[in-house]
């Protein structure tokens, strides 16, 4: 594998690349989860891998997420960093006990006798039409958790890199994947090696009146909503959260100082989603420089409703663009 | 119709209630060395036990699970393990962990409510105190998967009580374990009791060691109150498990002469009868009982014995009452290695609130 190589790319062939390349450089690194030696994973992330690497270090797995998760704790411990996949977030739930009072707790139990190197990949989000339980954003359960980073990529560059920082990180990471653009957009890659930085989020676009906060598959939604807002003469910042915990607070409140004006656009629920407390360290660290209320563009309140009213639960560019000239306005 | 399989649960048991051998002896009663420390271990576990739960009495430690009645069990597993093995606990295993090399300083630190009491310097890849139930099953097949992906001739023992085996961890785990030839040893402590749950309503099955067989595993029934059958049987899963062969449930059945734990009453839902006849199976007396008519053990080693673990056990709690709490910014410390931007704010008040507490 050249390190020069280029190769223009999707987010779910990025993610095949991360771990090629870390797999090729660590041999402690091994997947596991269901349907990903041969078949390549539901999504075909990890497609080729078993061939490069082996069944030793890509390992289809009994159907059985719990013991995935809690297999890749006891495997962590003994030094190997493992990635596990989770099929889709809506399966992730079975696991939950061992990434919550396993994986996370597991470095402070022990003193740092013991940690856990784990990166949770699951695909998340809706707009693929796919059955009941394929389509949450449930990354609000897991940012709630000490011990646990969680990373969302919304682009092949970013899923390439943050992954890459992610299995290199010495504690859990659940990356969450949103599937709804896994094959949106080709992206140059270069297949280098390089780490993004985990913790920090990136600014997309410069602007001047209003911050735009997001993360996932809405990055898309709110980058199109920035374009418009140009049209209209409003000059929007849009930041990808990235790491939606532990958030980088600076970046958004240094953001907000400047705009004085914020709005946070996510798929997931409304009630206590990460907006929430995106909103809530604003009104904490920004207040005096706000110019109008932080406004949040979020899913309804809801069950996440079947694909054929699954595009009324998202949010639209339209929403955006509304929700902007109604803090534009004040 | 044609019988497809035939499958078979295995049992040994080598002594009687008070130690009388019921048939010859395994190799491992001719290691008179070895039963003489495996005895001095139980004394010595016992006498931390009671000592344990009076500290939890006075308001000295926190709510403690005893473990009596687990005694002969856990030293059996602390004796079989070799020094490269891993051991992956349930809760009540101390007998396991003192030969394994965790301090009772350590362990008194755990149940006293300091995080350093599974920081274990002398056994660093064992895997901590596992508070829910049965999700150490899963930590034990991962440790088992990382020894066959390297190829090492190592192998797990993993602790589960007879509640446990009725989670999915427990089943996802043996599977995964038949399924991948992993080096596991299960051992499930059949006590009884999950809290207040008899063994009788936990599962239909008429023994528990038969769900290994559902998951293409050996399965075998020990007293685990009888020392010989407990070691006999772990050290051949060992050897097996060594040797590349593959994992193994072993029941030992064994009673809980405890409360769940000092915050459990269990007179509440078991009889003083059943209880007293529990007594009379005990492992401990059974094996002193063995060696006693072997002559190897008479009173005055037992009381130089009872004096030094009363000694041993004492040191270690002195030590223990004198240990101070870690400063509050440890809570902080030790939840990832990189202490993220966003919670260095939080360390900075905690330091603060609490002056000389950095």
Redesign the interface.
Known sequence: MSSAEVRDVTLVEAVNMALAWEMAHDENV?LLGEDIATNGGVFRATVGLKELFGF??V?D??L?E??I????????????K?VAEFQFMGFIY?GM??IV??AAR??????????CPIVYRAPFGGGIHAPEHHSESTEALFAHI??LRVVIPSSPQRAYGLLLAAIR???PVVFLEPKRIYRAVTQSVENNGEALPL?TCFTLREGDDVTLITWGACVMETLQAADKLAEQGVSAEVIDVASVS?????TLLCSVAKTGRAVIIHEACRNGGVGAEIAASIAEGAFLDLQAPVVRVTGYDTIMPYYRNEMAYLPTVGDIVEAVEQVIAL | MKQRFEFHVDSTRYLDDHGKPLDDLPAQAEDTERTLAAYRNMVLTRTFDAKAIALQRTGKCGTYPSVLGHEVIGTAIGQSLAKTD?F?PYYRDQAAHILRGASLVEMLLYWGGD??G???KNC??D??I?V?IA?Q?????????????RGEERAVVCCVGDGGTSK??FL??I??AG?WHLPVVFMVINNQWAISTPRGIQTGAETIAQKAISAGLPGHIVDGNDYFSVIEALDAALERAHAGKGGMVIEAVTYRLGDHTTADDATRYRSAEDLKKAWEKDGIKRLQNYLHDAGLWDPDKEKALQAECKQTVEKAVEEYLATEAEPPTA?VD?????L????RAQRERLAAKYRGGE
Request: one cysteine or more.
């Open positions: 091994v030793k270090r390992m797995t009994p059985a719990n013991l998760a809690g297999t890749a704790v006891g495997m962590a411990t003994q030094g190997l493992p079975a006990e061992q009072s396993h597991m470095r402070n139990r022990t003193r740092g006798r013991l940690h000490p011990g990180d010495p504690d913790d532990p958030l980088d607070r600076e | 891993v992956v995080e350093r599974s920081a274990w660093p890849e895997l901590p596992a829910p999700t099953c899963c930590h034990a097949v991962g440790v088992g998967s990382a020894i066959r992906i999915g961890d996802e785990s599977n995964l399924a809570m030790y939840l990832f290695e990189n993220p931007v966003s919670l």
